[in-house]
């Protein structure tokens, strides 16, 4: 079935280092949506990427969605202990199963 | 605040009972979805509605049915539990049929089964 790969599964930096997730898919997906979940909360979304090459930046966070539209990924500069938490991917294969599959997500721990 | 409002936040029951959890859309939203999440697991999808009427089926067993009501609540029957239903369960809406747009997700209710 559609999946959604996502690397790596935990990564641990230095405050100050960057930090990058990937998110791959097999088949070509409609959109793409990142979310973020901290410790014991629920997923809160990021962003939504639709067009082929599509970059989006929201202050230290840089997204992109592939030019095939088959992965995306996140990259946060000079990590923050503020950005510890899991981050998701989520794609969308479009048409009747308009629904979202998440990857499994990236643990991202900062240490001070 | 996201506007979801899931209920019970917490429950622990033993296997083979039944429990339902319930979700409150954000006001004006007409999809829901439901998604487990197990320790260190993603989120995987079980089943999506869009008022009223079910839309997208994901990795849902049979033991496992849910619904959404007229008023666009939704309940997630779990029944025949076993320790591997331990997990916490999301609901999220949209205001989208498919998906696309964000979704806005509620705080969980964490099932614990004994």
């Known amino acids: 079935g559609q999946q959604v790969m996502q690397i790596p599964q935990y990564q641990h930096v230095q405050e100050g280092e960057d930090f990058t997730t990937y998110c791959n898919s097999s088949t070509t997906l409609s959109n793409i949506q990142w979310y973020k979940q901290r410790p014991g909360g629920h997923p809160v979304f990021l962003i939504q990427?639709?067009?082929?090459?599509e970059v989006k930046k929201q202050k230290r966070l840089t997204f992109q969605f592939g030019e095939a539209k088959k992965n995306s990924s996140l990259h946060i500069t000079a990590t923050q202990t503020t950005d510890v938490g899991t981050y998701f991917c989520?794609?969308?294969?479009?048409?009747?199963?308009?629904?979202?599959?998440f990857g499994k997500g990236t643990k991202l721990s900062v240490k001070p | 605040d996201s506007g979801v409002t899931q209920t019970p936040k917490h429950l622990i029951t033993a296997t083979g009972q039944r429990v339902t959890l319930r979700c409150s859309p954000r006001s004006g939203d007409l999809s829901v979805y439901w998604y487990q999440q197990s320790l260190d697991q993603g989120l995987q999808f079980l089943i999506q509605?869009?008022?009223?009427?079910?839309?997208a089926k994901g990795n849902i067993l049979e033991r496992f049915s849910a619904q959404q009501f007229p008023d666009l609540h939704s309940e997630l029957n779990l029944s025949s539990l076993e320790l591997g239903d331990s997990a916490l369960y999301f609901c999220?809406?949209?205001?989208?049929?498919?998906?696309?747009?964000?979704?806005?997700f509620g705080e969980g209710s964490r099932l614990t089964v004994l």
């Open positions: 999220a809406s949209s205001a989208w049929r498919s998906g696309t747009g964000e979704l806005f």
């Open positions: 990427l639709v067009k082929s090459g």
């Open positions: 989520s794609g969308n294969y479009g048409g009747s199963q308009g629904n979202l599959i």
């Open positions: 509605y869009y008022n009223g009427e079910e839309r």
